[in-house]
Structures are given as C-alpha cells and as structure tokens.
C-alpha cells in the first residue's frame, strides 16, 4: 500500500522535519505540506524536509492559485526541484471562503483561473519561452530564467486539491493527480471517480491517467477516547468554518447548522470546545481514521476501496511515530 503523511501546523517546523525524516525511514513515499489557512506557509516546510530527506517526495497540499503571481509559482517549484529533484510536487487550491474574501481576494471563475494556473505553469516548469494572455494568466515572452545552472524541463506533477465536483472534472481533465480532501466520508469517494472519470474522458485519457491521493485525519492512540477528542476537536473546526468540505462531509446538515452557529473564522478556544460538545462518536469515526490502531487501518482501507490510490494521513495527537508505525511498510 502506498502511504503519505501530511503536515500541517499542528506540531512544530524541527518536529516536522523529524517527522518526515522517519516516515521516509518507515516506507512512506510522501510527506505533503499544508497551506489552508493563515497559519504555515508551504514551500519554506517542504524545503526544510526536503533538505533532511532523500528518497520521499515532498508536496504542496495545496497552496492557492491566487497569491502567487504564475511566473513566481514556477520559479519557486524550479527552486525546490534543484534541491530535491524529482522529488517535488505542485498542489494547487482554489481556496476558500471566508478566508479569502477577509484577505481580498474575490474568488471568481475559480475553474477558469485554475485551468489557466496549471495550463501556464506547466509550459514554464517544462522551460518554454511563454506567452500566455488569459483571463487571469498574463505572460509575454516568459521563461524560468536560469543563466548559470540546470536549464532542462522541471520533472514537478501538477496535483489540483478538488472538492467540488466541477473542480474534480477539471482535474481529471489536465492535472497529473487529484488531492481528494479530508473529513469527507469513504463513499464520498463514488461521486469525486465519476467526476475525475467525466473530465479525463473528455480530455481523451482515462481514469488511471490521474494520481488520487486523498487526505485523511487519523488520529491514533491506545486510549481510543482521546485518540476520538483529538480528531472532534479539529473536525468541529473545519465543519463549522469550512463550507465546501462542510457540504462534502455526509455529515448531517442539521447538525452542521447547528456548529455554525457557534462557531465563526477565527475561532476562540471557547468557542471550539462549545461545539465539540455537539460531535458524537459515531460522526468522528464517519469522516477520520480514529481510534485505536486496527480501527484506524480499517478505515482507511475503506477510503481505498472507495478509488483513494494513497492515504495521505494527518496525524491528530502528540505520538505522531505511533501514527507511522501503523501504517508503515
């Protein structure tokens, strides 16, 4: 079984370089760097594990097609791949609201501007000569412009982190792999194969022409009510502040209605731990890999059997090398 790890910034930058230095140790073919909310940065991550590893990839999970200009997107992917070569993936994210609109960034036409992020992205990590008039992309006469150094096409899959299924079509239409979120039920996973498998019909290839990676909360530990709180705490979050992975999720919309309206973006500590309280068990264990470690490993068997291609686990938890250990190969 394939198996990655994402980091997130739950832990520590230094933790998070050990982290990835012994998931590579344990057979992991990945570690995927988060960039949701205004918290981490992603490529300053991923350099670091980058530079303590050897052989696993490193990804960005995802960062957002609006706050880097492409040609600056695709020198920093370039960069990343001088350090790690072949080793680096490129996620892209449409972001969300109300994070984005707070920040000022109006979100339109998300499929268009990401169609035009990959479409330029991928002709300058390849090193053309680019010129490139959309409506979100402008590039005259642009190339990654390396005078002393490597000059052949960057080796850097393009994987768009996908919700919605008009997102997923698009994905299975031009990107190299789908990022399938987190905190979405395993059946979820039916809708998003037929989706990716409508958008890569269409663009002549087939559904195993996309990579599916799909990433998954799991919180593991020999105490299964904490290793349950640990993963409440953070699905509260998301469900209350998230609306796509809220709609995503399967979880019921009254009990959705009922979070939002505790919680808001940002959130307090108050606040979080008012509408924990409102999370039974049984939605925990719904959408994350929670519990002891034979639960954990059967539930995301289920996120495969569901067309996942590898698990992209994030650890909920302090033990962080229990969570590797389990799913090691």
């Known amino acids: 079984m394939r198996v990655a790890l994402y980091l997130q910034d739950l832990h520590p930058l230094r933790d998070g370089m050990e982290y990835a230095r012994y998931a590579e140790d344990r057979g992991f073919e990945a570690v995927w760097q988060a960039e949701s909310r205004l918290v981490r940065e992603a490529t300053v991550p991923m350099a670091a594990y980058a530079a303590v590893t ?5 990804g960005a999970g995802v960062v957002p097609i609006w706050t880097r200009n492409v040609g600056l997107l695709a020198a920093t992917f370039a960069t990343l791949d001088d350090l790690a070569p072949g080793r680096v993936l490129l996620g892209l994210g ?29 002709r300058l990590l390849a090193m053309e000569r680019v010129t490139y008039h959309g409506d979100f992309v402008h590039l005259d006469d642009v190339e990654i412009d390396v005078v002393h150094g490597d000059r052949t ?26 990022l399938l979120n987190y905190m979405v039920e395993p059946k979820y996973g039916e809708r998003a194969l037929a989706a990716l ?7 002549g290839r087939t559904l195993d022409d996309v ?25 509260t979050q998301y469900l209350g502040q998230q609306p796509h992975i809220m709609r995503a999720s399967g ?3 009254d009990l959705l209605d009922r979070i939002g309206e505790v919680l808001t973006w940002p959130a307090g500590p108050e606040e979080i731990r008012r509408a924990m309280r409102l999370v039974p068990d049984d939605v925990v264990q719904q959408i994350t890999a929670s ?3 034979d639960e954990c490993r059967a539930k995301v068997e289920e996120y495969l059997a569901a067309g996942s291609t590898c698990p992209v686990l994030y650890p909920v938890g302090d033990d962080v090398r ?6 090691a190969q």
């Open 251 to 253: 979880v019921d919309p």
């Open 94 to 122: 449409a972001w969300w609201d109300p994070l984005a609109r707070k920040v000022g960034i109006d979100r339109r036409r998300p499929l268009r501007a990401m169609r035009e992020t990959v479409e330029a992205t991928r």
């Open 322 to 327: 229990l969570m590797i250990d389990t799913f």
């Open 211 to 235: 990579d599916r990676p799909q990433l998954v909360v799991c919180s593991v530990d020999r105490d299964r009510s904490l290793a349950l709180d640990r993963a409440r705490e953070l699905l």
């Open 291 to 293: 519990g002891s470690p």
């Open 54 to 58: 050897s052989r696993v990839k490193v």
């Open 197 to 203: 498998s409508a958008g890569a019909e269409r663009a």
């Open 153 to 178: 096409p960057r080796r850097v899959p393009i994987y768009i982190g996908a919700t919605g299924m008009q997102m997923m079509e698009l994905a299975g239409a031009i990107a190299d792999g789908v």
